[in-house]
């Protein structure tokens, strides 16, 4: 039953009971009336004689009569005014009940507006609440998509993942931090520090997006070797080296979307700008970190050769291999593994094999950008004191291959 049901019964209810109870006092009142008038029949009274009764004793009858008479008048005129004020009371009684009954339907219906304004409030806050969740959950999913994309090494496809997932929430720091990565990847800087920078505008404090970002701005360092940049490129680098230290005392263990610690990043910064001592130590660091990945040992390995140390370059170079190895067999589309160990068969003597796992990777898709480390790295080896057998041949290789990809680019 509503409460406007409910009222429109109580109103009739208490109209009901207010004409009942000013009928009982009406009919009360007449009855008093009545019975105080009934004897008054315009008479006088008077005695028989006849019985031998005196006139004194006739006179003291009638007296006792008239006293009698006149206390039953008084007695019905207090009756009278009794039953007078008893309806009055009754009325009185009916009005204020009748009062109180409607001020009772007045605070229903208050409350009623007010728990039906309550409910909108909470049902269009659950309805925003809800279209948040659907939101999230629709960006999440998204992002997970993209990120086994970047498992499998399908980065386009994990771009275009990524990019569905803004046209549903644009500031989500999370997809504009993997856009970002990504874009880093493929060496297009400009459109990676857009994104990075937009995952802090969100999130100051999201660390992944600040190791991200240094790592975008180092890579634009990389790009700045022209003449004359000198300084442009010296001011990229050591914007990176500050973003980089911030977030590995953040988090030391801090890696990138494929698994790698960010203390390679910053030994590799540190090898471009000749601090290889430096770039020892960041490298150690992330092989602590990553045991198991060929990352941090085939620079290590590269940084002894370049330094002479060549008893520590070959065990690290066999090290290399073995780890890669392993990781091929869980990977076998793992590029960047495979280039490792084409590097180190290449330095340990096996320049076949190391050709042959160059071929595949070019055979895999390799993206431009990797092929373009890569060559970074095989150029840095080359300046070791040792001569390593077809190194030269593997970089016109890679040269090559970079060629080609510029063409259909352009195509």
């Known amino acids: 039953m509503s409460l406007q049901t409910a009222s429109r019964r109580i109103r009739r209810l208490s109209g009901s009971l207010t004409a009942l109870l000013a009928l009982a006092a009406l009919v009360v009142a007449l009855y008093a009336l009545y019975a105080a008038h009934r004897d008054d029949s315009g008479l006088a009274p008077s005695v028989d004689l006849s019985d031998g009764i005196s006139e004194a004793e006739a006179l003291a009858i009638l007296e006792r009569a008239d006293d009698a008479t006149a206390f039953t008048g008084s007695l019905?005129?207090?009756?009278?005014?009794?039953?007078?004020?008893?309806?009055?009371?009754?009325?009185?009684?009916?009005?204020?009940?009748?009062?109180?009954?409607?001020?009772?339907?007045?605070e229903s219906r208050a409350l009623s507006a007010r728990i039906e304004a309550t409910l909108g409030a909470y049902e269009e806050r659950f309805a925003a609440l809800q279209a948040t969740v659907e939101r999230e959950v629709a960006v999440l999913s998204l992002q997970l998509l993209a990120e086994q994309q970047v498992r499998a090494h399908n980065y386009d496809t994990a771009i275009a993942t990524l990019q569905r997932a803004l046209t549903i929430d644009e500031t989500d720091h999370a997809t504009n931090y993997l856009l970002g990565y990504l874009y880093t990847q493929r060496k297009e800087i400009a459109q990676a520090i857009a994104h990075l920078e937009r995952a802090?505008?969100?999130?100051?404090?999201?660390?992944?997006?600040?190791a991200a970002l240094g790592l975008a701005l180092r890579r634009q360092g990389d790009g700045l070797d022209a003449p004359g940049q000198e300084a442009e490129r010296q001011r990229?680098?050591?914007?990176?080296?500050?973003?980089?230290?911030?977030?590995?005392?953040?988090?030391?263990?801090?890696?990138?979307?494929?698994?790698?610690?960010?203390?390679?990043?910053?030994?590799?910064?540190?090898?471009r700008q000749g601090r290889l001592y430096a770039a020892l130590d960041a490298y150690e660091r992330a092989h602590?970190?990553?045991?198991?990945?060929?990352?941090?040992?085939?620079?290590?390995?590269?940084?002894?050769?370049?330094?002479?140390?060549?008893?520590d370059a070959e065990r690290t170079f066999r090290d290399v291999v073995q780890r890669a190895l392993w990781q091929l067999d869980d990977d076998p589309r793992d590029n960047w593994t495979r280039c490792d160990l084409a590097q180190a068969y290449l330095v340990l003597g096996q320049p076949d094999a190391a050709f042959q796992h160059f071929a595949r990777v070019l055979d895999q898709g390799a993206e431009p950008g990797m092929l373009e480390t890569v060559r970074s790295g095989l150029a840095f080896l080359s300046e070791s004191p040792t001569p390593i057998p077809g190194l030269d041949a593997l970089i016109a290789r890679i040269d090559e291959a970079l060629a080609r990809a510029s063409q259909d680019s352009a195509l």
Do not use: C
């Open 76 to 106: 019905l005129s207090f009756l009278e005014v009794s039953m007078a004020a008893i309806s009055i009371a009754l009325v009185l009684g009916a009005w204020m009940l009748r009062s109180m009954i409607l001020d009772q339907v007045e």
């Open 236 to 271: 990229a680098w050591e914007q990176a080296e500050a973003r980089l230290k911030e977030a590995l005392a953040r988090d030391p263990r801090l890696t990138d979307a494929e698994g790698e610690s960010y203390y390679g990043t910053l030994g590799g910064l540190y090898r």
């Open 200 to 210: 802090l505008e969100k999130e100051p404090d999201f660390t992944p997006a600040i």
């Open 288 to 311: 602590s970190v990553t045991p198991h990945s060929s990352y941090p040992l085939i620079n290590l390995a590269s940084l002894h050769k370049r330094l002479s140390n060549d008893t």
